[in-house]
């Protein structure tokens, strides 16, 4: 797995702007922010991010896979405002659960989301080099 930073570009804060990976692939689901039985038990953001960070995490381990082989993340927030007021708690978040580990990323605000308590959804694919 490789990131790929063109000459003379800045590197991205958070992100990577391209992950070069060759093995075998997991793609999840959207992922919202809800425990295992299905209930919402936080009502922030951050917290919302925090637990569909840790639901991606055992949904890879259920494959052999873990943080280390995201390659990319297509998040979806409700509230742009609210994510961006959260940076702090969700970047602290990141670093407890993904590590130091920045797969190429894209962040979008929408209307609403399937599930009307979900303030984020996240779509995940990892590489597993084998």
Same mark, same amino acid.
């Given at each position: @797995? ?8 800045? &590197? ?9 990976? &060759? ?14 039985? *299905? !209930? ?13 960070? *840790? ?13 280390? !082989? ?25 670093? &407890?659960?993904?590590?130091? !580990?920045?797969?190429? @990323? ?12 979900? @303030?984020?959804?996240? *779509? ?5 080099? *084998?």
């Amino acid at each position: @797995m490789k990131a790929l930073l063109p000459p003379g570009w800045p &590197r991205p804060k958070g992100y990577s702007n391209a992950i070069s990976a &060759r093995g075998r692939t997991i793609y999840t689901a959207g992922v919202v922010g809800w425990d295992a039985n *299905e !209930h919402f038990t936080s009502n922030t953001l951050s917290g919302q991010f925090a637990q569909a960070l *840790e639901n991606i995490v055992a949904i890879l381990a259920e494959d052999g896979a873990g943080p280390e !082989h995201l390659v990319r993340l297509t998040c979806y927030v409700t509230s742009i405002e609210a994510y961006r007021a959260s940076l702090a708690e969700v970047g602290a978040a990141w670093k &407890r659960i993904i590590g130091r !580990h920045y797969p190429a @990323m894209a962040l979008v605000a929408v209307v609403a989301l399937v599930e009307p308590q979900a @303030m984020v959804e996240i *779509e995940a694919t990892a590489v597993v080099e *084998e």
